[in-house]
Protein backbone atom coordinates (compact mmCIF):
# COMPACT_ATOMS: atom_id res chain seq x y z
CA UNK A 1 0.00 0.00 0.00
CA UNK A 2 1.11 3.77 -0.72
CA UNK A 3 0.63 6.92 0.58
CA UNK A 4 -0.83 9.46 -2.06
CA UNK A 5 -1.42 12.08 0.35
CA UNK A 6 -1.57 12.42 4.07
CA UNK A 7 -2.69 15.50 6.26
CA UNK A 8 -5.44 16.42 8.66
CA UNK A 9 -8.55 16.84 7.89
CA UNK A 10 -11.75 18.54 9.97
CA UNK A 11 -15.15 17.31 10.14
CA UNK A 12 -17.34 20.03 11.19
CA UNK A 13 -21.10 21.56 11.11
CA UNK A 14 -19.66 25.28 10.71
CA UNK A 15 -16.96 24.80 7.57
CA UNK A 16 -16.76 28.12 6.74
CA UNK A 17 -15.32 29.40 9.79
CA UNK A 18 -12.71 27.00 9.81
CA UNK A 19 -11.65 27.87 6.06
CA UNK A 20 -11.58 31.37 7.06
CA UNK A 21 -9.09 30.56 10.18
CA UNK A 22 -6.71 28.45 7.75
CA UNK A 23 -7.38 31.09 5.15
CA UNK A 24 -5.68 33.48 7.97
CA UNK A 25 -2.81 31.54 8.38
CA UNK A 26 -2.08 31.65 5.17
CA UNK A 27 -3.45 28.41 3.44
CA UNK A 28 -5.91 28.55 -0.01
CA UNK A 29 -8.62 26.81 -1.08
CA UNK A 30 -7.46 24.58 -3.94
CA UNK A 31 -10.74 22.05 -4.93
CA UNK A 32 -13.84 21.46 -3.32
CA UNK A 33 -15.75 18.17 -3.74
CA UNK A 34 -19.88 18.37 -3.24
CA UNK A 35 -22.63 16.35 -3.11
CA UNK A 36 -20.67 12.86 -2.52
CA UNK A 37 -22.95 12.61 0.53
CA UNK A 38 -25.97 14.28 1.58
CA UNK A 39 -25.67 17.70 3.25
CA UNK A 40 -21.15 16.68 2.86
CA UNK A 41 -18.97 19.09 0.74
CA UNK A 42 -15.12 19.07 1.07
CA UNK A 43 -12.59 21.87 0.40
CA UNK A 44 -8.66 21.18 0.54
CA UNK A 45 -6.33 23.65 1.29
CA UNK A 46 -2.70 24.16 0.86
CA UNK A 47 -0.01 26.84 2.02
CA UNK A 48 2.83 27.73 0.91
CA UNK A 49 4.70 25.11 2.12
CA UNK A 50 2.99 22.76 0.73
CA UNK A 51 0.90 21.80 3.75
CA UNK A 52 -2.59 20.79 3.10
CA UNK A 53 -5.77 20.39 5.50
CA UNK A 54 -9.06 19.48 4.27
CA UNK A 55 -12.24 20.62 5.95
CA UNK A 56 -15.27 18.78 5.58
CA UNK A 57 -18.74 20.67 5.89
CA UNK A 58 -21.20 17.19 7.75
CA UNK A 59 -23.83 17.74 10.07
CA UNK A 60 -21.70 16.22 12.61
CA UNK A 61 -22.96 16.81 16.68
CA UNK A 62 -19.33 18.15 17.39
CA UNK A 63 -16.33 18.71 15.32
CA UNK A 64 -13.87 15.40 14.30
CA UNK A 65 -10.40 16.36 13.81
CA UNK A 66 -8.82 13.32 11.71
CA UNK A 67 -6.30 12.38 9.58
CA UNK A 68 -6.90 12.04 5.83
CA UNK A 69 -5.31 9.36 4.64
CA UNK A 70 -5.33 8.89 0.59
CA UNK A 71 -3.79 5.52 -0.72
CA UNK A 72 -3.94 3.37 -3.86
CA UNK A 73 -5.08 0.36 -2.35
CA UNK A 74 -8.43 1.19 -0.15
CA UNK A 75 -9.11 -2.53 0.19
CA UNK A 76 -5.41 -3.34 1.99
CA UNK A 77 -5.84 -0.13 4.00
CA UNK A 78 -9.24 -1.05 5.67
CA UNK A 79 -7.40 -4.22 6.38
CA UNK A 80 -4.51 -3.08 8.02
CA UNK A 81 -6.65 -0.87 10.12
CA UNK A 82 -9.51 -3.31 11.34
CA UNK A 83 -6.53 -5.72 12.13
CA UNK A 84 -5.41 -2.65 14.55
CA UNK A 85 -8.75 -2.73 16.06
CA UNK A 86 -10.25 -0.04 13.83
CA UNK A 87 -14.14 0.12 13.10
CA UNK A 88 -15.65 1.84 10.64
CA UNK A 89 -17.71 4.97 12.47
CA UNK A 90 -21.33 4.19 13.17
CA UNK A 91 -20.58 0.41 11.16
CA UNK A 92 -21.12 2.28 7.60
CA UNK A 93 -19.85 0.56 4.29
CA UNK A 94 -17.29 2.78 2.39
CA UNK A 95 -18.55 5.71 0.20
CA UNK A 96 -18.05 5.53 -3.28
CA UNK A 97 -18.31 8.57 -5.25
CA UNK A 98 -17.60 9.26 -8.99
CA UNK A 99 -14.02 9.51 -7.95
CA UNK A 100 -13.28 8.22 -4.84
CA UNK A 101 -13.74 5.49 -1.84
CA UNK A 102 -13.76 6.06 1.54
CA UNK A 103 -15.13 5.83 4.91
CA UNK A 104 -13.86 6.89 8.59
CA UNK A 105 -12.12 4.77 10.55
CA UNK A 106 -11.87 4.98 14.63
CA UNK A 107 -9.30 3.30 16.46
CA UNK A 108 -10.21 1.11 20.28
CA UNK A 109 -8.96 4.22 21.61
CA UNK A 110 -10.99 6.81 20.00
CA UNK A 111 -8.80 8.51 17.07
CA UNK A 112 -9.55 8.13 13.67
CA UNK A 113 -8.39 7.92 10.38
CA UNK A 114 -10.53 8.70 7.03
CA UNK A 115 -9.31 6.34 4.03
CA UNK A 116 -10.14 6.95 0.32
CA UNK A 117 -8.68 6.12 -2.80
CA UNK A 118 -9.48 8.19 -5.76
CA UNK A 119 -10.83 6.05 -8.42
CA UNK A 120 -9.83 5.87 -12.23
CA UNK A 121 -12.16 6.17 -14.37
CA UNK A 122 -11.39 4.54 -18.45
CA UNK A 123 -13.43 5.75 -21.17
CA UNK A 124 -15.76 3.09 -23.20
Known sequence: MKFTSFNPMIITKDSESAIALFEALGFERRHKKDGFL???SSVRM???????????????????????MNVDDFDEARALLTAHGFKS?????????????GCLMVSPSGFSISISKHLKHTQE
Do not use: C
Open 38 to 40: EDV
Open 89 to 101: MNDKEPTETGSSK
Open 46 to 68: KDSNGFHVDVVQAPVPQDIMTIR
